[in-house]
């Protein structure tokens, strides 16, 4: 089955900073990649997701990157804000399966 | 619309007691599934649902039950709660399955002494 692995597991950033999260994933085959933003005593929501046949999606301050040859994808947060402080969750799924599989979430610090 | 709501928000138990926590969704949505995340750890799926009257198990079944009689509602079911069980329970929805994004809830925290 697919395995997503998610690094760093823990972000410390300064105020104004830029912010890298990293996902590889096993099958070939995934061709749909979201990320979510959960906050404390919240429920993950989702941020930006991106599609196989696309290479880049930005909205803001906030982009994501996908490499398939590499099968890697990444979040990428510029001028990061104190209330981009959370938990960040990666996951990939392919058509036809109906479970799509999470990383392990990245605990992001911003400090002001 | 109020999107995916769980109740309770909180709720302590005791080793052996039974309860129902309860998932709806008012966006019609297919798919429903019901996860658990540990302190510090990542959502483990326990069951899902692609439909009324379809469930299937997922990583962590053991300990949980779960029935879709409609497609607004996905309850899940502890019967003999075991402090293992302490975790937060979220439960989710998609319109179409694996390819569509998830919207969670805001879980149910469960304390089991």
């Known amino acids: 089955g697919e395995n997503v692995e998610q690094h760093p597991s823990t972000l410390s950033v300064q105020e104004g900073d830029s912010a890298v999260i990293k996902c590889t994933y096993s099958d070939s085959a995934s061709n749909y990649f979201p990320w979510y933003k959960q906050e404390l005593g919240k429920g993950p929501q989702l941020i930006i997701d991106?599609?196989?046949?696309?290479g880049e999606k930005k909205d803001q301050r906030i982009a994501v990157t996908l490499n398939k040859t590499a099968k890697h994808f990444s979040l990428h947060i510029t001028e990061t804000q104190p209330e981009d402080s959370a938990v960040y969750f990666c996951a990939a799924s392919k058509g036809g399966s109906y479970i799509p599989t999470f990383g392990r979430g990245t605990s992001l610090i911003v400090h002001p | 619309n109020a999107g995916v709501t769980q109740t309770p928000k909180f709720r302590i138990l005791k080793i052996g007691q039974s309860m129902t926590l309860q998932c709806t969704q008012d966006?019609?949505?297919?798919?429903m599934y019901w996860y658990r995340q540990d302190p510090g750890m990542g959502l483990k799926l326990i069951y899902y649902s692609v439909g009324a009257g379809i469930t299937d198990k997922g990583e962590v079944p053991n300990g949980y039950n779960v029935s879709r009689s409609t497609t607004e509602d996905f309850p899940l079911r502890l019967e003999l709660a075991a402090p293992s069980q302490t975790s937060v329970y979220f439960c989710?929805?998609?319109?179409?399955?694996?390819?569509?994004?998830?919207?969670f809830g805001d879980g149910t925290r469960l304390s089991i002494l």
């Open positions: 991106i599609r196989s046949n696309v």
């Open positions: 966006m019609n949505h297919n798919y």
């Open positions: 989710a929805s998609s319109p179409r399955g694996s390819n569509q994004p998830q919207h």
